[in-house]
Nanobody, 122 residues
Framework: QVQLVESGGGLVQAGGSLRLSCVAS????????MAWYRQPPGKQRELVAT???????NYADSVKGRFTISRDNTKNTVYLQMNSLKPEDTAVYYC????????????????WGQGTQVTVSS
């Protein structure tokens, strides 16, 4: 019932910046935490950053100080501003949303986007 569409990925040189967006649509009663994950080639998917409904953020140590997660609750959109990009940031980036689709029962489920490729060249 919830669809997530990521955008903003692409090819960038080391030291450059990209801004990812993820828009949630469908039957949504409430969105709780939103997050960004990434999966480098040949590696497991890892958590990059989270933002709560109140705007509190957390980051993986590998991106702290370089990436900023934010959200626009009026647009059901989460962003990931990525600065000072490194080749090791190369991965498919996925957004994940914890959402409640109906008022009762107010069960929260997790939804994933299809991913957007970020490639950082040296």
């Amino acid at each position: 019932q919830v669809q997530l569409v990521e955008s903003g990925g692409g090819l960038v040189q080391a030291g450059g910046s990209l801004r990812l967006s993820c828009v949630a649509s469908g039957s949504i009663f409430r969105i709780n935490t939103m997050a960004w994950y990434r999966q480098p080639p040949g590696k497991q998917r890892e958590l990059v950053a989270t933002v709560t409904s109140g705007g509190s953020t957390n980051y993986a140590d590998s991106v702290k100080g370089r990436f900023t997660i934010s959200r626009d609750n009026t647009k059901n959109t989460v962003y990931l501003q990525m600065n000072s990009l490194k080749p090791e940031d190369t991965a498919v980036y996925y957004c994940k949303v914890e959402a409640v689709v109906k008022a009762w029962p107010p069960t929260a489920d997790f939804y994933w986007g299809q991913g957007t490729q970020v490639t950082v060249s040296s």
